[in-house]
């Protein structure tokens, strides 16, 4: 018999995500499946539900978790809010908002890019300036937490210039969720999108939304209909909502769904904003010593940075591929390499979840310093 | 401290699916998380390419899972296949089949409809003639196992006939793949989509898809863009393609992808001809008993049936839904109610991956019997 069960190696996980899962998250996800429909499991959608609307800080019951990774988030987010032939606004400094370019143009709509340099903040300036020239535009899209650059941009202040405009708000939360403050109401951001491997410390694969009242109203108001059926909100709508006498759309990952549930209920143990405080600090920490004991500093200038997922730049000289590999078989460490403008140029170091802490910095500079001969 | 984990009942799943997990499945999935870019992730990527043929009988390398459920692989091989205006005849006699039809008056195709009676297999002259009346088709569409009315429709021949029509083929082959004969290549099925819960005994939450040399050229050779990202085949085909030169697509769901990985082994271990015998004798078995002890009969003529998903007509005077509520609260045990047209008219029970076995068949007749007060 040729069987050969998977046994993958323990891995520290310090790139842009996954990061470790907490053990309790892992636990979970082998305990008994339950069907879709089960009054049980009817039960923990609602308690998932009420637990994002806690982490999204929002009171929209329009909030519950896509049965896909973040990338599903980001096109059903975009297909729902904008209409083939839409003016839509999309600030971009970086790979993943250059995705959703590329979402937006295969809907049909029409794209005006605000850019960025790759490893900046957006500069608001640049988004007010876009909207004064296209008074027509519908919706802005931008990128809170810029996985591919290390760039944090200031989306309360991108979202009061939208709203300004009277343009509708789609932000990626995907690298900010859970770990540093995201106030999907008192920022006005109508369709939100994350993904549950990085802040919230759980496995790959889902993606929590959560869409304002005006956005359910813009999307009732649709002239065209959403063309995806999966993503389509007001099936999925029918599905998180009415308690026991919901209406069936697909066949929900039950025990994914379990691990989703128990990173929550971990979050709001420690109270979310407990947890951006420690994300900060241990960011600074490693920062001070990247500096001190390595040389190595972020690319993106302070006040700017994703505190927890640190573009770092490569040295002269340095083999940047080589280090990750070395991370990697001597140390059992992954860590990030560059996207797009970026590949070869620096490092990603996520410092995310449930890795947010003193030992993961202690064992990551001792394994750098190791590999970069620094001894 | 108000955390409550969520511990699921350990119920018997013999609905529609998902059906009872191996539990060496089960066990996989809290293995510790690899990063999707990780050498080791990408073997298990190889590996599970590899199984996925197998499984399907195919030698096309675009075979892969897909990060959604079976939805989704409905969804994305639509979206791929079709474009806005094009014809496509859908065979339909079912709640799953018009879903295809939903799906695609989303995309914008244009669609001929074969309309067959609930819970009978698609009648092949039908398809024959609609052909004859629509000669610029492209694609034709139907489902394999009907999974809301328990019928199996003759697959192989509805594609011989929609190529002699030259068009291409779509199948949904969710409720038959792993355990019915499934014979990709030589049936000729261009897309074909499947998910994880039922024949293979995994969790839910993937759709394992194949798509031929033919479908990958029509595909190639689209005028109008795939309208999706997410479901974009040529940017699918980049990600589980090229070993470790792949190119970035999402974060994979690694856990799950573990538990798949496993499930795929044990049935390659006990080979898929093996399984499907077995779904086929212990489901003569079952109808059998039903029939001598409970005098419940399906509602599909034989030689129709989907033999591990029986549709059972609910005895005239018996309340359908508090029988499913009996089974659920005393006898711990999940059985299906009817869709769409068959709502109140039938139970579904299921007998698939790993629950198809004489002790299921035991445990299913001695609670119904109680349930029923047949004893």
Redesign the interface.
């Known amino acids: ?11 520290i ?1 310090m ?1 842009p ?2 990061s ?2 907490n053990p ?1 998250v ?16 009817i039960g ?1 959608m609602d ?1 998932i539900k009420s637990l994002l609307k806690y982490t999204f800080k929002t009171e929209s019951d329009a909030t519950f978790v896509l ?6 988030g980001m ?1 059903a987010c975009l297909v729902n809010m904008i209409e083939p032939g839409d003016k839509v606004v999309i600030c971009t400094g970086g790979y993943f908002a250059n ?1 959703m370019i ?2 937006v143009e ?3 709509g029409q794209v005006v890019t605000v850019k960025e340099t790759w490893g900046r903040a957006i500069e608001p300036q640049k988004l007010e300036d876009a909207l004064n020239a296209n008074t027509d535009a519908k919706v802005v899209a931008f990128v809170h937490a810029e996985t591919s650059t290390g760039a944090l941009s200031n989306i309360k202040q991108l979202s009061e210039i939208a709203h300004k405009h009277n343009c509708l708000v789609v932000a990626d939360v995907v690298t900010s969720l859970g770990a540093i403050d995201v106030m999907v109401d008192e920022w006005k951001l109508d369709a939100v999108y994350s ?1 549950s ?1 990085k802040g919230l410390a759980c ?4 993606s929590p939304v959560s869409f304002s009242e005006q956005a359910l109203h813009h999307i009732k108001n649709r002239k065209i ?6 993503n ?1 909100l007001n099936l999925l709508m029918g599905y998180w909502s009415g308690g026991q006498k919901r209406m ?9 769904f ?2 989703l ?2 990173a929550l ?2 979050l ?2 420690e109270e979310i904003e407990n947890a951006w405080r420690r994300h900060k600090e241990n960011s600074a920490k490693l920062i001070s010593r990247l500096k001190e004991e390595l040389d190595l500093e972020p690319i993106v200038p302070s006040g700017e940075r994703i505190p927890h997922l640190l573009a770092i730049k490569v040295p002269y000289g340095v083999d940047e591929a080589k280090v990750r590999v070395d991370l ?1 078989t001597k140390h059992n460490l ?1 860590i990030g390499a560059g ?1 797009g403008e970026l590949a070869g140029k620096i490092w990603r170091i996520g410092l995310m979840g449930y890795n947010s802490n003193e030992k993961m910095i202690d064992y990551f500079i001792s394994a750098m310093k190791k590999v970069l001969d620094k001894n």
Chains 1, 2 share one sequence.
Request: with cysteine; net charge negative; charged share 20%.
């Open positions: 018999m040729s069987h050969k069960s998977f046994n993958p190696h323990h891995r996980l790139g995500g996954p470790n899962v309790k892992l636990d979970t996800l082998s305990r008994a499946t339950l069907g879709h429909l089960d009054p049980q499991f923990l308690e049965s896909g990774p973040g990338s599903l096109e995705r590329q979402i295969k809907i049909g993904c491997q496995v790959a694969g889902m209909p959403i063309q995806s059926w999966f389509d069936y759309h697909h066949t929900a990952p039950s025990n994914q379990y691990g549930h128990e209920l971990i709001k143990d990697l992954e996207l």
